[in-house]
């Protein structure tokens, strides 16, 4: 069986650290509550191993219109920690955490920890503590709606 995606939010993780941009797209991402975010980052992200327990981060949730952040952030192929992936998107940063401008919603956040699950041991699930963030509105973007 082979199923592509189970239909989700894009969204993205990013921040600024040790004088570099890291950025990502992260689809597999929940609320699990009203201040905690739980999301699947692979290994072979140079972000998510950039992240640590502790790292201030930003959590962006894209809208329909920011579809070219989703390919640009999501982008397979420059999964590379010399490659500036957010050159040309307009983003705030606060305290590190590194936040997609006029993205749905926008959330920084503190990571609270990185968990290992059997069967998926090479994935880092961080687990997050949401600080401050603001809704801007607009229709979620979802992997349903990019061309695959």
């Known amino acids: 069986m082979e199923i592509k995606a189970i239909d989700h939010n894009v969204n993205i993780i990013a921040l600024q650290k040790n004088g570099k ?38 959590f962006s949730n894209l809208n329909k219109a920011q579809m070219p952040i989703a390919f640009r952030l999501g982008d397979i192929n420059s999964h590379s920690s010399e490659t500036d992936k957010l050159a040309g998107i307009d983003y705030t940063v606060d305290e590190g955490a590194v936040l997609i401008n ?34 801007n509105g607009g229709e979620a973007l979802h992997i349903a709606d990019l061309p695959m």
Request: charged share 20%; with cysteine.
């Open 21 to 58: 941009n890291y950025g990502m797209c992260c689809a597999w991402c929940t609320q699990a509550a009203a201040d905690k975010l739980i999301c699947c980052v692979g290994p072979q992200s140079a972000t998510g191993r950039a992240i640590e327990k502790g790292d201030i981060i930003g």
């Open 102 to 135: 006029d993205a749905r919603v926008v959330v920084k956040c503190q990571v609270i920890d990185i968990l290992h699950l059997p069967g998926i041991e090479m994935e880092n699930i961080l687990y997050l503590q949401m600080a401050d963030g603001k809704e």
